[in-house]
């Protein structure tokens, strides 16, 4: 089985270095990324150098068009996905709730949640047996802050981080069957 990756915000930090080790471990590697394309270029540009397989994919996450079109990009240039690295996220200024604006919470949520259920969907349809797929891994990457509650910073991001901790659970029993290995990790 070919190693396909994709790894959704990956221009920088976390990201970036899972998409540089992936590389190094064989895996062609999809560098998503939102808005800076020079980051994700050179994320590419130091795994070609090494040797590596990569690509950059521009998406949205929170844009299900923009999602269906990254993954119609993938499946052309690398083939059928085997991984996903559900990255992609948001923060947000400190503040306690009762100073957030619905408008915060949406993006919160849009990003964070909305767009990894996005990703994890297109992901399964291309993984699992019932779709021609033979299996694959989906990590979703979550925070300490979904267990402490990050109270009088950012409780939208913490219940955010929560949502994909339930959502991972239930993505594992879901799959498992059909050869999907669904887990989470979390950031500090």
Not at 45 to 67: C, K, L, P, S
Request: charged letters at 20%; a positive charge.
């Amino acid at each position: 089985m070919d190693k396909v990756l994709l790894v959704t915000g990956a221009s920088r930090g976390i990201g970036a270095a899972t998409a540089r080790l992936a590389a190094q471990d064989g895996w062609a590697v999809a560098v998503n990324y939102t808005a800076n394309s020079l980051a994700a270029d050179e994320v590419v540009r130091t795994i070609r150098a090494t040797g590596g397989n990569a690509i950059t994919v521009q998406a949205d996450v929170a844009d299900e068009a923009q999602v269906l079109r990254m993954f119609e990009t993938l499946d052309a240039k690398l083939g059928r996905l085997t991984g996903l690295v559900n990255n992609a996220g948001v923060v947000d200024v400190t503040a306690r709730l009762d100073e957030m604006s619905v408008a915060r919470w949406r993006r919160m949520f849009d990003i964070n949640v909305i767009g990894s259920l996005l990703c994890a969907r297109e992901a399964v349809r291309r993984m699992s047996p019932r779709h021609g797929g033979t299996g694959g891994a989906i990590v979703n990457v979550s925070s300490a802050a979904s267990r402490l509650g990050s109270p009088g910073q950012y409780l939208d991001y913490a219940a955010a981080k929560g949502a994909i901790d339930a959502f991972t659970i239930g993505l594992a029993k879901e799959v498992a069957a059909e050869g999907i290995a669904s887990t989470r990790c979390a950031r500090g």
